[in-house]
């Protein structure tokens, strides 16, 4: 069977590049995978692993004839590095991305698209609290979803293609345009990233409990809340410049939750509790039935398995 894609570059080979290049290669693909990040030492080290096939030293280096480019970077950095690859992108080639925030990503890499060049951006619903190279495995995406946000005016072929690639990782395809994306992705990631950040914060502020208790303690639902919390800083921080509205709308929902809980603790009201905490129980079998995750008390971590879903 041949390749999907004669050579596939990848800019940035962090957790989702090198997890990529290893699941492009496990489908065979990819012709050729070219890879490059922004630093040295990267480079070198997604080299030795031997992640990528080659390793360029820029990124408009990387794109040199290549029919796919992803840029796996933090979405920050996409309108520089779409500045920087525009003059040695072929006719053609599927320009494509991962970032969490798709809005932003579109307003930042359009003006920069030259004519005959098709953008499909995508984001792997996959993930882990780890960042680089080395964190990277094949299984990532497999069973997980992956969200592409064409634009209306984008050819269909490259959609198709762009969805087979996914496939072939492992994922299941959605479409769906991307302000539509963003506020999904609001509720279901930003939102409780931004309340695990907190949380872990506050826990940690708090002159009543010794840090040393933090931690022993911990198992009793703070620890879950940590693993979300040690996400990547540069690309959340970039999560939430991007997503700004759609984070500050749901966000002032959850606020208003949160006041109603408060207020049914206050008031001892069991009833409004105990029908809250049932509905949202049903909402995790929801998920663990859609096989999003493992029924199991740690979340199928105990063995070091690597976790389900993060991003
Ligand atoms: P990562 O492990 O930190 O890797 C980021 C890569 O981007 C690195 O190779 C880095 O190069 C490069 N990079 C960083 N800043 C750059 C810049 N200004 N210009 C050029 N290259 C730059 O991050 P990741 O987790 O793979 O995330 C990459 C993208 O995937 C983000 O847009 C994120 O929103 C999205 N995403 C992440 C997850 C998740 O769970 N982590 C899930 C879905 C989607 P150096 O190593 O040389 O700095």
């Keep these: 069977m041949s390749a999907l894609f004669n050579r596939v570059a990848l800019i940035g080979i962090g957790l989702i590049g090198s997890s990529i290049a290893h699941a492009a290669r496990r489908g065979g693909l990819a012709g050729e995978i070219v890879g490059t990040a ?65 809005g932003a990503v579109i307003a930042q890499a359009l003006p920069h698209l030259p004519d005959g060049v098709e953008l499909v951006p995508a984001h792997p619903i996959a993930g882990t609290e780890k960042s680089g190279p080395e964190s990277g495995f094949a299984e990532l995406f497999d069973g997980r979803w992956c969200i592409l946000t064409p634009l209306p005016q984008s050819d269909l072929d490259a959609v198709a293609r762009t969805r087979a690639f996914w496939e072939g990782l492992g994922s299941h395809v959605d479409v769906m345009d991307a302000a539509h994306h963003d506020r999904v992705l609001a509720v279901t990631s930003h939102v409780p990233h931004l309340i695990a950040y907190s949380i872990v914060g506050t826990a940690s502020d708090l002159e009543t409990v010794t840090q040393s208790e933090v931690v022993k303690y911990s198992a009793s639902g703070f620890r879950d809340f940590t693993r979300i919390a040690a996400s990547d800083p540069t690309m959340w921080r970039d999560v939430f410049l991007t997503n700004k509205e759609a984070t500050l709308e749901v966000l002032g929902r959850v606020t208003e939750d949160l006041f109603a809980l408060q207020r049914a603790i206050r008031w001892g009201d069991g009833d409004a509790l105990f029908e809250h905490f049932s509905r949202t129980r049903a909402i995790r079998q929801g998920i663990v039935d859609a096989g999003q995750d493992t029924a199991d008390a740690d979340f199928g971590r105990g063995k070091g398995e690597k976790p389900l879903a993060g991003e």
């Design 38 to 102: 922004r630093s040295k030492e990267t480079r070198e080290t997604a080299l030795r692993l031997g992640v990528v096939d080659r390793i360029a030293d820029t990124a408009a280096q990387a794109v040199e004839g290549a029919d796919l480019v992803i840029l796996c970077i933090p979405v920050g950095a996409i309108g520089i590095v779409m500045e920087e690859i525009a003059p040695s992108l072929s006719k053609g080639t599927i320009v494509s991305d991962v970032g969490s925030v798709k």
